[in-house]
């Protein structure tokens, strides 16, 4: 992992905090989460990053689309709230605002997004990758939506899981802070397929290419329906 001096806003392939990668493989780009010592909790500066990636993808002529992965046994655990790292040109409070969340974003992506979830799975990293076109899930992975412990009323999320998977198991899920396996999430309709761990960026990358096959336009159409059916 490579570090600068000092943090900087996103320029180029650079997304602004170099607790995320953004690498180049022929038509696609992948966005890794890459902070091992904090288990890739994020700061405000790499929910940015991946708000960044998306648009810098979207711009880039060269990408036909985006894959989002983690390091090591953790996808995402959501929010370091602690504060921690470097990434001292945002900080949590106000500045995470949804002008740097990436939820929107991913949504409304006119490129495809799919998500390779590899671990641990939860808070804002459940967020993307229930917002991405896709998520393929390792089976080793979990899930779990620990917000309420936290004191934190996620209306956002609360609204999006009811029309995924229905109020009962959303309430299960919220109150009680219980741990899903990739297969009952998978069950439960919240993410797209389960794959043997070790070929999941091979499973990830070929749905991520067979996304891209469809035409663009059109799938603007139906995201848009889809954005208007869930009520966001």
């Known amino acids: 992992m490579t570090t600068t001096a000092t943090p900087r806003p996103p320029d180029g392939d650079w997304l602004g905090t170099h607790f995320l990668s ?10 890794t989460l890459d902070r091992p010592e904090a288990r890739n909790a994020m700061t405000p500066a790499m929910y940015f990053g991946i708000k960044y990636a998306i648009g810098h993808v979207e ?10 992965t983690g390091t090591g046994d953790v996808f995402a655990p959501g929010g370091d709230l602690g504060g921690g790292g470097d990434d001292n040109w945002l900080t949590f409070g106000a500045a995470l605002g949804m002008d740097v969340r990436p939820f929107e974003k991913l ?12 671990g641990l799975c939860q808070g804002g990293g459940l967020q993307i990758a229930l917002c991405s ?3 393929v899930v390792s089976e080793r992975a979990t899930f779990r939506v620990p917000e309420l412990f936290r004191g934190i009323a996620d209306t956002y999320y609360s609204q999006m899981l009811a029309r995924l998977i229905g109020p009962v198991r959303t309430r299960d899920l919220m109150f009680t802070g219980r741990t899903l396996t990739a297969a009952e999430a998978e069950d439960w309709g919240m993410v ?14 070929d749905v991520l290419a067979q996304c891209c096959r469809t035409a663009p336009a059109a799938r603007r159409v139906v995201k848009s329906s889809l954005d208007n059916y869930m009520g966001l």
Request: with cysteine.
């Open 22 to 31: 953004f690498r180049r493989e022929g038509p696609f780009a992948i966005c």
């Open 59 to 68: 711009a880039d002529p060269d990408l036909a689309g985006l894959l989002i």
């Open 107 to 118: 949504r409304q992506s006119t490129k495809p997004v799919v998500s390779a979830v590899n």
């Open 133 to 135: 076109d896709m998520s």
């Open 192 to 205: 797209s397929r389960v794959v043997p761990h070790d070929e999941l960026i091979d499973a990830a990358r």
